[in-house]
């Protein structure tokens, strides 16, 4: 690995940025490809099938194109249904985005956690297995929503996203029981797109919650994958690719959202 390793960012749309943003913070030096698969967005309403006949020969192709020391999977659909295949089939270290059910469970106070994704997510046997495993005593909602993931791709894109439309994805989040402080404490978000809306999210919540988002977690995990970087002053950029092929016309929005490092 040279001294600006490559990191290959991958998702189906923007949702990836919200975990780039973190690994950019830890590893300024670094090289990024940001892959987003708009052509076939969104992944949450596809079958598991059909994510893995896509994603698994992409990602082979994109290692041949950009040969990276690293490659994020910045997408809890893409992740849950295609880590063990990548994994089988290519050698370069792959980190994944899965739902942050295990800390989100261990902190909740009123032992109420829901689990905010795709409708993919949310139905997996993978998601299931996390909350057998790690629900620790705790009431824990699925919700998968439909819509919310567009919503955030519009929003971000400068579409005027309403709040109704909005506060229908993650009306279902919010359980009460019988007593004052019976209900929902913490959600996960378990869509890489959804942490574009917090702001929104925590201004729409019906009372206030811990909204967990793991790419803090999956930064750290890269940085430790990697070794000690490089130090700060030096970075490289990041290269914006759509397979869509469209030209991005997001880049002034996008910028600043990763410190200014990018080249479209
Ligand atoms: N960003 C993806 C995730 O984290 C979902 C968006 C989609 O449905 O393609 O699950």
Known sequence: MGSHPNIL????GLGGLTVLREVVKLRPDARYVYVGDDAFFPYGQKSEEAVIGRVVPLIGELIAEHAPDLVVIA?????????????ARYAVPFVGTVP????????????RVSVLGTSGTVRLEYTRALIR???GGCDVNLVGSVHLAALAEAA???ADVPDEAIRAEIAPC???GDGADDRTDSIVLACTHYPLLLDRLVR???WPVDWIDPAPAIARRVATLLGAGSGHGDAPGVRMVFTSGRLHRLTTTISP???????A
């Open 257 to 263: 959202y990763l410190g200014g490092h990018i080249s």
């Open 204 to 206: 729409l919540a019906p």
């Open 156 to 158: 971000l894109g400068g």
């Open 133 to 135: 495993d790690f629900a």
């Open 174 to 176: 919010f359980v009460a």
């Open 75 to 87: 997408c809890n659909t893409a992740s849950t249904m295609t880590l063990a295949p990548l994994r």
């Open 100 to 111: 942050a059910i295990k800390p989100a469970c261990a902190a909740s106070r009123t032992k």
């Open 9 to 12: 960012v991958f998702d189906s």
